[in-house]
């Protein structure tokens, strides 16, 4: 059974022979065009069905459930979940699910995305009620049907899309680059760190900037300036760090313990279950809080 | 631009039945938090009127009659009260056995294993709270 509304305007063939969908979605006043559509939707959602129907009985397909939404095509301002039959390949990720979805159902099925190795954090959704990065998830790891929904706790934009301005923000807000007290007279010259310190901060530097950790916050989402995870990360990535120097280590602990910074953590470990790249997002914080306190209560 | 949906509370308490060990550790322990506040108040708001009400008579104290005294006899006699000193004892191990945990986490040590000492408190406290049950029943019927 394929729960794909009749007012779907796209699937397999119109993909093909209609040379901009994209266009067609976004002006929908168009009266004409209209009719012809709802007229060309009747017809696609049948052979649709059909295909959907094929699919489920010729090969071993999986179940998704995907979160639609678009404010600017009538039909999709109020959220629902399509559901796609995707046949299933050994090794298949969820991101190869839905772009399977998107390019053999319906091309207007919208998400981000780009590596598809883990590296670039375009594609953190929520998947199965958790936050996941689409290209890290074996689908073949889920239970079926499959829901896969934008991040929760940001503003969707369409479909999977969230608006990630905000988290960018507290991300830019720490100074997420290294800023040494002094550099090297010579410019060419290499800033050498010891082994140590590097094995220090190794897995604060693997942060691929996705959000699944600050959607997966109960303060965050409580607390809209409070700095997060990921931001908090960063800043102990560069706090950290020996080369940067004590005076620049000082102003990094004072932007994380503000009011919206390092106390608001209240150890729930969501950030740490969630983060793709393994780092150890409360633990971090947590010495952060540590290296407040010690800043701050000089007694020796 | 665009305007954009934001879909409410079901993120948040709707979705209860994904949250994980550390969520529940945190939603328990505020809430036993304020359990143990607000048992606290009644306490002492019981106790405070109980006392000064508390006959100065030797011969009243003697046959167990004073207003102190009464007080606690009746409400040792309830049922419901019996029951809610079992929770209240429920409450107040969960919240000291998660608070160790919690002082742990802040240390920094044992941060792998914050989800497995949550359950073990939880197991912890419900030994520890049917183990309680006789003291707490007994001669409640
Ligand atoms: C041995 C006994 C206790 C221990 C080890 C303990 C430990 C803790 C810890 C570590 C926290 C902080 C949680 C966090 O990091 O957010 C906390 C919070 C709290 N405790 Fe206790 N506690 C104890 C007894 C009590 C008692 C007797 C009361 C009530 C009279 C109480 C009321 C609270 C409340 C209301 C909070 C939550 C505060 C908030 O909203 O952040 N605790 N406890
Ligand atoms: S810390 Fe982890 S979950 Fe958070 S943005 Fe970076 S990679 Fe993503
Ligand atoms: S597509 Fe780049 S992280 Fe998944």
Redesign the interface.
């Known amino acids: 059974m394929s729960t794909q509304p009749p007012q779907q305007e796209t699937d397999e063939s119109t993909a093909e022979t209609s040379a901009e969908p994209e266009t067609e979605s976004t002006s929908p006043g168009q009266q004409k065009r209209a009719a012809q559509k709802r007229e060309r939707a009747n017809a696609s959602a049948q052979r649709q069905a059909e295909a959907d129907a094929k699919a489920k009985a010729d090969e071993e397909t999986r179940e998704i459930k995907v979160f639609r939404?678009d404010?600017?095509v009538e039909e999709k301002q109020e959220?629902r979940f399509d559901t796609f039959h995707v046949p299933f390949t050994k090794g298949m990720t969820v991101l190869d699910a839905v772009m399977y979805a998107r390019d053999h159902y319906d091309p207007s099925l919208t998400f981000r995305h780009s590596c598809r190795q883990a590296i670039c954090g375009s594609d953190a959704f929520f998947v199965n009620?958790?936050q996941r990065l689409g290209c890290k998830t074996q689908v073949s790891e889920l239970d079926e049907p499959i829901r896969i929904e934008p991040l929760?706790?940001q503003?969707?934009?369409?479909d999977l899309v969230v608006?990630m301005d905000h988290f960018y923000e507290e991300m830019e807000s720490v100074d997420p680059y290294f800023d040494p007290d002094e550099t090297p007279g010579n410019d060419l010259e290499e800033q050498r760190q010891s082994r140590a310190n590097r094995e220090k901060v190794k897995m604060s530097t693997r942060c691929i900037w996705c959000a699944a950790c600050f959607s997966s916050c109960?303060i965050a989402?409580g607390d809209n300036q409070y700095l997060g995870p990921a931001a908090l990360n960063k800043a102990y990535r560069f706090a950290m760090d020996e080369r940067e120097g004590e005076s620049r280590k000082q102003e990094r602990l004072e932007t994380i313990e503000q009011e919206h910074g390092v106390w608001r953590c209240?150890?729930?470990?969501?950030c740490?279950?969630v983060c793709p790249k393994d780092i150890?997002l409360?633990?971090h914080i947590?010495?952060l809080?540590?290296e407040a306190v010690k800043k701050n209560l000089k007694f020796w | 631009m665009s305007q954009s949906y934001n879909r409410g509370l079901i993120e948040d308490f709707g979705r209860w039945r994904e949250f994980s060990a550390g969520m529940w550790a945190w939603i328990f322990h505020k809430f036993t938090g304020w359990v143990l506040v607000g048992y606290l108040f009644t306490h002492i708001a019981v106790l405070s009127t109980a006392i000064p009400a508390a006959s100065q008579d030797p011969a009243t104290l003697a046959a167990g009659e004073d207003i102190y005294t009464t007080t606690i006899v009746t409400l040792e006699s309830l049922l419901l009260v019996r029951i809610l000193e079992v929770g209240l004892l429920a409450v107040a191990v969960f919240h000291i056995l998660n608070g160790l945990r919690l002082l742990l986490v802040d240390l920094g040590i044992g941060l792998d294993s914050q989800d497995k000492s949550f359950y073990a408190s939880l197991i912890l406290t419900g030994a520890i709270t049917v183990a309680s049950v006789p003291t707490f029943i007994a001669g409640a019927f």
Do not use: I, L, M, W
Request: net charge negative; hydrophobic share 15%; charged share 30%.
């Open positions: 939404y404010p600017e959220p009620g958790r929760p706790h503003d969707v934009v369409k608006d109960n989402a209240q150890t729930q470990f969501s740490t279950n150890p409360t633990e947590q010495e809080k540590r």
